[in-house]
């Protein structure tokens, strides 16, 4: 069965203090590997697409790596306004045109 | 840039009745949209895919004479809970994809949400 799991499930940081977070997943076949934000009563918000193992993206105080098990969204001096759910997705190679795996979430406080 | 509308943000109603969410691309047409579930503090559950011009495709275990899903136009889906109960209160979220741009730059657009309160 596919599976796609996020630790941890919350996370506060101070201002400026990095961590990761972790997206695990099972699954048949990968198609891609999608990192989204979002905030309390809205919709999800890209932020990256991860293909192949090795490779990263930055954003801002974001960078997203991938390898062949999991990828981990790394926030390096988080601020206050990164505060969020983090969502991990896989796209299914067989399943392509139709929609992704979420993973559970996690949720980022990140304190002044 | 690809953005989607979901309508109304918020709805309260009363058990029994029913109540219609719309999904719209702006800005962009979509053969395709998807219909979300989500719990507090869960994850996205997709319930269906809808198809302009065709029925739609429900997830295992999704009614679907519970949720009927219209996709009458390429821009727009709706989502109707019929005879809503209170166990059908959540958070709806829709998505769709802008052919027109590069999806591992954008991926799929997501709605801003419904949150659904059947007492």
């Known amino acids: 069965e596919d599976q796609v799991t996020q630790s941890p499930e919350a996370l506060r940081l101070q201002e400026g203090e990095s961590s990761s977070l972790n997206c695990s997943y099972t699954v048949s076949g990968l198609r891609g590997l999608f990192w989204y934000r979002q905030d309390p009563g809205k919709g999800p918000e890209f932020l990256f697409t991860?293909?192949?193992a090795g490779e990263e993206k930055e954003k801002e105080r974001l960078k997203a790596t991938l390898t062949k098990k999991e990828s981990f969204l790394h926030i390096t001096a988080p601020k206050p306004e990164d505060s969020a759910t983090y969502l991990c997705a896989v796209h299914l190679r067989e399943n392509y045109g139709q929609n992704f795996v979420f993973g559970p979430g996690t949720r980022l406080s990140v304190l002044p | 840039g690809a953005v989607v509308s979901q309508h109304p943000s918020r709805v309260i109603c009363k058990s029994g009745t029913s109540v219609k969410i719309e999904c719209r691309s702006l800005?962009?047409?979509?053969?395709?949209m998807f219909w979300y579930r989500q719990f507090p503090k869960k994850s996205l559950m997709l319930m269906a895919t809808?198809?302009?011009?065709?029925?739609?495709?429900?997830e295992q275990g999704v009614e679907k004479d519970k949720f009927l899903i219209n996709h009458a136009s390429l821009t727009l889906s709706t989502l109707t809970v019929t005879s809503a109960h209170p166990e059908d209160s959540s958070f709806y979220i829709c998505s769709a994809r802008d052919s027109g741009r590069q999806f591992s730059s954008y991926g799929y657009t997501f709605g801003s949400g419904t949150r659904l309160t059947v007492v």
């Open positions: 800005d962009f047409q979509a053969t395709t």
């Open positions: 809808s198809n302009e011009g065709s029925k739609a495709t429900y």
């Open positions: 991860l293909y192949s």
